[in-house]
T-cell receptor, first 113, second 109 residues
């Protein structure tokens, strides 16, 4: 079964540093999403992306965050200047239609020290 | 966005049928009801989606009454591997998906 992959599985960074989290979507999927989950808390929607544009973003997705598809395959989430409270599991999800089920990747655990 | 209410946790035993009910009194006309499952340290996994009446797939059934103010996820004959958090979501499309706290199901031997 096709799956979404994410790299790295774990990233440790110092406060104020930039991080880029990478996702490889399922090949025919055109809709991409990022979510985060702080340890022990609920899954939170960050952003949706289609046709090289952000479709929707939450209040969490402020100017410190950006997304892009740099090479037409990878889908990335960049955090410009990390804060301690950015420590969380970040999940990428993809779907082949805006109304269809989302397939989630295994996540990247981001630890900001 | 309409809010959902689910039990925080439930216990069951292997082989039993488990029913998890989600309340959504303010569901919008365009909202679909979707359930996801999440194991520890993994991303959520789609289980089932419906708009009204009953939907069944190979893993679960979803019952939605006519007023759509609640829905019930039914897992037949659970096993230990069904221990997970189950989320009920309302959304018109994937751009609206907002996860709640979910129901932590523990299946015991």
């Amino acid at each position: 079964e096709p799956e979404v992959t994410q790299t790295p599985s774990h990233q440790v960074t110092q406060m104020g540093q930039e991080v880029i989290l990478r996702c490889v979507p399922i090949s025919n999927h055109l809709y991409f999403y990022w979510y985060r989950q702080i340890l022990g808390q609920k899954v939170e929607f960050l952003v949706s992306f289609y046709n090289n544009e952000i479709s929707e973003k939450s209040e969490i997705f402020d100017d410190q965050f950006s997304v892009e598809r740099p090479d037409g395959s990878n889908f990335t989430l960049k955090i410009r200047s990390t804060k301690l409270e950015d420590s969380a599991m970040y999940f990428c999800a993809t779907s082949d239609g805006s109304f269809y089920e989302q397939y989630f990747g295994p996540g990247t655990r981001l630890t900001v020290t | 966005l309409a809010k959902t209410t689910q039990p925080i946790s439930m216990d069951s035993y292997e082989g039993q049928e488990v029913n998890i009910t989600c309340s959504h009194n303010n569901i919008a006309t365009n909202d679909y009801i979707t359930w996801y499952q999440q194991f520890p340290s993994q991303g959520p996994r789609f289980i089932i989606q419906g708009y009204k009446t009953k939907v069944t797939n190979e893993v679960a059934s979803l019952f939605i009454p006519a007023d759509r103010k609640s829905s019930t996820l039914s897992l037949p004959r659970v096993s230990l591997s069904d221990t997970a958090v189950y989320y009920c979501l309302l959304a018109y499309n994937n751009n609206d998906m907002r996860f709640g706290a979910g129901t932590r199901l523990t299946v015991k031997p």
